[in-house]
């Protein structure tokens, strides 16, 4: 199956720092990459889409000025968490289908954020 | 967003089959039906999808009411590494972009 990388797996950031997560679809093009955020016992919940050559689109209530997404190529996608707070901590996970209209995403391994 | 309700927590023994429901009663036409589960620590895995007609893989089966308001994912034979959160998703088509709108899923316990 596909594979998609995400690093670093883990960080921890000073408060009021910007820390930010590449993820990469390592065997195939990805124009499109999705980013979750999951706390602790509770399920994704969808951020962003990243589409390669054009603006993110964010779901309601996630500030795009916060959390800046670049999708620069077709197998790198970035997010950064700008002046990170301690509320921020969580656990950041990407996906891409392998086409546009593939039924399957795969999915990062994840991205665990710590802001002391 | 279509939203999906499953229970919070399921226990089943290793080696005997699991039935996990799902409710999805605001499902629309298109929308695909999908399993991911996940395990401690790790990105969420694909299992299975389908429309309206069950669907058989290596991993699971899934069994779709003919209402499409429902459906179960089955485990023919559990193992303890089958212990893991397991979601059920509607792909939804949102201002043109296929989207999977996650649940709270079901906890998954396998004992020996």
């Known amino acids: 199956g596909a594979v998609v990388s995400q690093h670093p797996s883990w960080v921890i950031c000073k408060s009021g720092t910007s820390v930010k997560i590449e993820c990469r679809s390592l065997d195939f093009q990805a124009t499109t990459m999705f980013w979750y955020r999951q706390f602790p016992k509770q399920s994704l919940m969808l951020m962003a889409t990243?589409?390669?050559?054009?603006?993110?689109?964010?779901e309601q209530g996630v500030e795009k000025d916060k959390f800046l997404i670049n999708h620069a190529s077709l197998t790198l996608s970035t997010l950064t968490v700008t002046s990170a707070h301690p509320e921020d901590s969580s656990f950041y996970i990407c996906s891409a289908p392998r086409h546009h209209q593939s039924y399957e995403q795969y999915f990062g391994p994840g991205t665990r954020l710590t802001v002391t | 967003d279509a939203k999906t309700t499953q229970p919070n927590s399921m226990e089943s023994n290793e080696e005997e089959p699991v039935h996990l429901p799902c409710n999805h009663s605001t499902i629309s036409g298109t929308d695909y039906i999908h399993w991911y589960r996940q395990l401690p620590s790790q990105g969420p895995e694909y299992v299975i999808h389908?429309?309206?007609s069950n669907v058989n893989n290596r991993m699971a089966s899934l069994a779709i009411a003919e209402d499409r308001k429902s459906s179960t994912l089955i485990l023919h034979r559990a193992t303890l590494r089958d212990a893991a959160v397991y979601y059920c998703?509607?792909?939804?088509?949102?201002?043109?972009?296929?989207?999977?709108?996650f649940g709270q899923g079901t906890r998954l316990t396998i004992n020996p």
């Open positions: 389908g429309l309206t």
């Open positions: 998703i509607l792909r939804v088509l949102i201002q043109g972009a296929q989207k999977l709108v």
């Open positions: 990243s589409n390669e050559g054009s603006k993110a689109t964010y």
